[in-house]
């Protein structure tokens, strides 16, 4: 019986009344609508004819952003918004997931291998994510992972290991898939992390509920040499609020899109800034890459955009900022272990049944010691990333963390891509078999920025 079967109320594993009062508690509990949903049955994988591909070049589609609905506001008032604890210490250092952090991999997990990886290849093709693909991430409860229960969401404590596991889990069914899947609860969690009464009140009602929209964060931009910490798009000081202009690139989902979060330098300092889509000036055009394509990159160009005096995310000297960026470079790490993962999990059978010269290639030294330092690396890079979001979770330093766990990522996980293409020989190369897009997908780790956050 499969895990998310042994997960409905009342069933083998239901929760008990003190499981389910413990923060990942309740991320199993929202976890397990799954099984009361019949989407793992029902998912039909779109034909790629069926679907509208609206994006194929550079320069293939242009558009004014998606309509977008009619956020309630509550007012100006800029009172402190209700911010997820940090985590008690254990004692012991150990990385190990507990048992209700194991068992939220699992259902996760799962859901990856079922839905996100049978579709990935055809969203790889058409740059979108299928519906029944968003559709299922909604019902396990992705977008409201890093919310506090207080305002609707599932966490007591701050999440950065969970939302670490799951955006492991997410990455062996796909990258792309888990990108897009991820972004609109990428940006619940910064207005949990940073968000005022007000905007909290106004913005998150609509993550926490039946119709959660789709929401990006933009913190990249097409410059040479870009340093995230220096974004070159601009925020001017107006009477009645802020104008915004400038580019940002690798926006997910940017089309349908109907909230950012905007990185712009306000004041000598690089600022938050809540921007919804209807705000004139705003327009999105085609941004496909080389790998991550079925997030839906786009670029999302701002002409004079005017926002008023209350859409400042958090603090306007950078700290906010900064912890965003670290926390973005956290979950990339996080997308890449997973990735990087199902390379070994695809290689290691691969090359026990490939013959060459009449017994398996796996007795050639050069490819078992492949295979090994596959793993070696792969451990370090997962054991690094834990450690980050342990010490993010527990509200401690993690700078030095995220940084070593970044540099490894991201030149050890293109690394592991190159070796799983070569491990194939030629089939390495073909589209019959996926290492060729995980490779693409691994190289994006050391340039993206932003997109999504734990």
Request: charged fraction near 20%.
């Amino acid at each position: 019986m499969s895990l998310i079967h042994t997960l409905r109320p009342g069933g083998k594993h239901g929760l008990s009344s003190k499981e389910s009062r413990d923060p990942i508690g309740y991320a199993v509990a929202a976890l397990s609508r799954l099984a009361q949903s019949d989407v793992l049955d029902r998912v039909g994988l779109r034909k790629q004819a069926e679907r509208t591909v609206f994006t194929v070049t550079r320069t293939g589609f242009r558009t004014a952003t998606a309509a977008s609905r009619q956020f309630a506001r509550v007012g100006h008032h800029r009172k402190p918004g209700t911010r997820p604890a940090s985590t008690d210490a254990r004692g012991v250092f150990d990385l190990t997931p507990t048992e209700d952090e194991q068992m939220l991999v699992d259902v996760v997990t799962e859901l990856a291998d079922e839905v996100l990886r049978p579709a990935a290849g055809e969203a790889d093709e058409a740059c979108a994510a299928p519906d029944t693909v968003l559709k299922a991430g909604l019902e396990v409860g992705l977008p409201i992972l890093g919310v506090p229960e207080a305002l609707g969401g599932i966490s007591e404590e701050r999440s950065a290991v969970a939302g670490a596991l799951v955006a492991e889990a997410l990455a062996r069914g796909d990258m792309g898939l888990a990108v897009a899947s991820l972004a609109p609860g990428s940006v619940a969690t910064a207005l949990g992390l940073w968000g005022t009464e007000a905007q909290q009140q106004t913005y998150l009602p609509a993550f926490t509920g039946g119709e959660v929209p789709a929401a990006s964060l933009a913190l990249g931009e097409p410059t040479v040499l870009f340093d995230p910490l220096s974004p070159t798009t601009t925020a001017r000081r107006t009477d009645d609020g802020f104008v915004l202009s400038g580019v940002k690139s690798a926006v997910p989902r940017g089309a349908e899109a109907e909230l950012f979060v905007v990185g712009a330098q306000l004041d000598g300092a690089p600022v938050l800034f809540l921007v919804e889509s209807s705000t004139p000036g705003l327009e999105v055009v085609a941004d496909p890459g080389m790998g991550v394509r079925a997030a839906g990159l786009t670029r999302l160009v701002l002409t004079d955009v005017t926002v008023p005096a209350d859409a400042v995310l958090g603090a306007t000297d950078g700290t906010t900022y900064t912890e965003c960026v670290r926390l973005s470079r956290l979950a990339w790490c996080a997308l890449a272990v997973g990735t990087a993962q199902a390379v070994l999990d695809y290689v290691t059978p691969y090359v026990k049944e490939r013959e060459a010269f009449g017994e398996p290639i796996a007795h050639r030294q050069s490819v078992a010691f492949m295979v090994a330092n596959i793993a070696i690396e792969l451990q370090s890079m997962r054991l690094l990333t834990w450690k980050a979001a342990s010490r993010a979770a527990a509200g401690k330093d993690y700078a030095r963390e995220v940084a070593l766990a970044r540099r490894l990522c991201a030149e050890k996980g293109m690394q592991i891509g190159l070796d799983g293409v070569q491990l194939l020989g030629g089939h390495g190369y073909v589209k019959e078999h996926p290492v060729e897009r995980w490779y693409r997908d691994l190289r994006a780790v050391g340039v993206m920025e932003g997109a999504v956050l734990i």
